[in-house]
């Protein structure tokens, strides 16, 4: 890439504070960052950034406040929402060599990490010592902490065990300035703000994270996993809703339909049954004499909601090949078509059988097939559209089908996003989710961390022109009316 007059003098800076192979300036090194796990949207930064240490990261954010350049933080690149996707222009900023876990603590059940570190690295490091860290994505085993923070990742055992934001303690910031903050603390509660919260989720727009303080815990005394075929999707939702209606909370309850069962089957070979209309997978794990009572309550549910059959797996083995098939669902999937668009939303798990019958007559109308892969447990959904870019209109189709869903996650109580985050994907949907009072609150959050909206600028929050050229933006009592929209 020829690098234009306005930046040749900002990579001539950064190329007196960083080794030459940790800048990368022409096309084809930058190939490889044009674009994170959405990959239908490409952009080319100025350069990409790869710093080893905090200081580097530090100087590297002095640098472009100092020429006005805009910078987009990267972890590991599995992000679904095009978060991280560069922008023209901007310097793209890669976390991904900050990889030192700096200590962990047995006594208080904590691990201090570098931002780089993969998620499923803190759990082999640590499962030596009884301890693990519980929020698990499919991706645990390429993406980064940091990115987990970012997005607020969830996972299959975050029913039981929370989200992101609910095992971090502490994180270590850096401003678009280059300024440290420390954000949150060890102890279980700290004064002011919540600013822990706020930065968790928030898409790389407030901050640049570096480092984080994860909550451990200790490795389950007792775990298994049932595998319950269904004759029907709806069946199996109504069994979702009854397991935690009983107060069973799973430390995982997943679901799957036909089309993903018999792509992960193909895959993985699990052992999943082909002729099931959908399957659920539920985790228990305890104390025997607790775990026992909760699988004997958990069958009787299951039966009574009309289950096809029960399998249970106690050994590690078969409970760990059940989970890869699950976790290898959406590579499974890409088998299936040339191309898929894979959504995230989430509904109250009472309203989870009629949005799948929904989606189920628009896959119809739309003839596009849709696999179905998600956490049933708290409601967050994950269809997989089927398509293939080189037919004509069948990119458009898919992504007019995925807004309707999103549309639909909101008129029944729901959010357009349930882990993925927003990026650029959900924009758009994020007109229909909240007023114009509501988003002008999130830019004013934004302009106090980052006054010349110089991080990750146009991601996560829509402009309020932007939703009022939709026509799209949710209305309700309090909310600014159109005319006023003007001044922003």
Known sequence: MQASADTSALIRELRQHLPA??????????????????????EMPCCVALPETVQAVQKILQICHRHGIAVVARGAGTGLSGGARPIAGAVLLSLAKLKSIIDIDTENRTARVQSGVRNLAISEATRPLGLYYAPDPS????????????????????????????????????????????????????????????????????GIITECTVRLLPVPEHTLVLLTAFSSVVVAAA?????????????????????????????????????????????????????????IAVEAILTRHGADGIRVASDPATRQLLWKGRKAAFPAVGRLAPDYYCMDGTIPRKR??????????WS???????????????GNLHPL???DANQPGQRHAAEAFGQRILELCVAVGGSVTGEHGVGVEKLDSMCAQFAAAELDQFHRVKAAFDPEGRLNPGKA??????????????????ALPFPQLERF
């Open 352 to 361: 989870l059988a009629e949005v799948l019958e929904r989606i189920a007559a």
């Open 139 to 206: 991706s645990q085993i390429a993406c980064s902490i940091g990115g987990n923070v970012a997005e607020n990742s969830g996972g299959v055992h975050c029913l039981k065990y929370g989200l992101t934001v609910h095992n971090v303690l502490q994180l270590e910031v850096l401003t678009a300035h280059g300024e440290v903050l420390q954000i949150g603390s060890q102890a279980p509660d700290s004064p002011g703000y919540d600013l822990l919260a706020l930065m968790t989720g928030s898409e790389g727009l407030l």
């Open 364 to 378: 119809t109308e739309y003839g596009l097939r849709v696999a179905n892969v998600f956490h049933a447990g708290d």
């Open 385 to 387: 559209i089927l398509y």
């Open 239 to 295: 069994a979702v809703s009854a397991i935690i209606a009983a107060g069973i909370i799973p430390a995982g309850l997943e679901m799957m339909d036909q089309l993903a069962i018999e792509a992960a089957e193909d895959f993985v070979h699990a052992g999943y049954p082909r002729d099931a209309a959908a399957i659920l997978l539920c985790e228990l794990d305890g104390q025997q004499e607790e775990l026992e009572e909760s699988v």
């Open 461 to 478: 929050v829509p402009s309020l022109h932007r939703c009022a050229e939709l026509g799209a933006m949710h209305v309700h009592q309090g």
């Open 21 to 42: 192979e940790a800048l990368l300036t022409t096309l084809e090194e930058q190939r490889p960052y044009e674009c994170d796990g959405l990959s239908v949207l490409r």
